[in-house]
């Protein structure tokens, strides 16, 4: 069984749907990180969080360490947010991140 | 957020030859550096964890031998692809830390090696 699942796989969607992203892990960690990865293969870290909620803009990150679970969320998604979305825990022993599969979004005009 | 410059963002090079990929901190300066590459379709799969002043530790099946990576500062690190051949075609990418803090990716570099 893998450290890191992430649902759905691949999601599409209309433009302005809300959208969420589901991460469960199975190992202790320090932190979790959400990353967004570009058609062009550049990385851009959204997020780092280690308990309760944070938000930008329209993206909010949210995480339960009890039930090793967190969830990404987009509010009012754009075409632009058409991307590679990476959910990676924190292997606190050596600064490691764990990597998950990736969910694959496409937010359709 | 703080800024990793990683260049070439692509090279091409043959099949027999070495190509060096640069990853700078620009605005801090990072304990901890990391190389990935990935395959078209499939995860960043890390190669090996570099510090400041200290040999890489590479992950299984990584040959050090031929990726050799150099942490010379705290704001460089450099991976060397030698003895590059076809199947070492790949997209290279780079993250540094600070301790725990967040991670910092470069813009990734595609190698063909033809």
């Known amino acids: 069984k893998n450290e890191v699942e992430q649902s759905p796989q691949n999601l599409t969607a209309q433009e302005g749907e809300f959208i969420t992203i589901n991460c469960s892990y199975s190992?202790?960690?320090?932190?979790l990180h959400w990353l967004q990865q570009h058609p062009g293969g550049g990385i851009v870290s959204l997020f780092m969080?280690?308990?309760?909620?944070k938000k930008h803009g329209r993206l909010i990150a949210t995480i339960n360490i009890q039930e090793k679970h967190s969830s990404l969320h987009i509010t009012a998604s754009h075409p632009r947010d058409s991307a590679v979305y990476i959910c990676a825990p924190d292997r606190d022993s050596n600064y490691q991140l764990i990597w998950g599969a990736g969910t694959k979004l496409i937010i359709k005009p | 957020g703080a800024v990793v410059s990683q260049h070439p963002s692509r090279v091409i090079c043959k099949s027999g030859t070495s190509v060096k990929i640069e990853c700078r901190s620009l605005d801090f300066q990072a304990t901890t550096m990391f190389w990935y590459r990935q395959f078209p379709k499939q995860s960043l799969m890390l190669m090996a964890t570099?510090?400041?002043?200290?040999?890489?530790?590479?992950e299984q099946g990584v040959e050090k031998d031929k990726f050799l990576i150099n942490h010379a500062s705290l704001t460089l690190s450099t991976l060397t692809v030698t003895s590059a051949h076809p199947e070492d075609s790949s997209f290279y990418i780079c993250?540094?830390?600070?301790?725990?803090?967040?991670?910092?990716f470069g813009q990734g570099t595609r190698l063909t090696v033809v």
């Open positions: 570099s510090n400041e002043g200290s040999k890489a530790t590479y």
């Open positions: 969080l280690s308990s309760g909620k």
């Open positions: 993250s540094a830390r600070v301790g725990a803090s967040e991670a910092f």
């Open positions: 190992v202790g960690i320090s932190a």
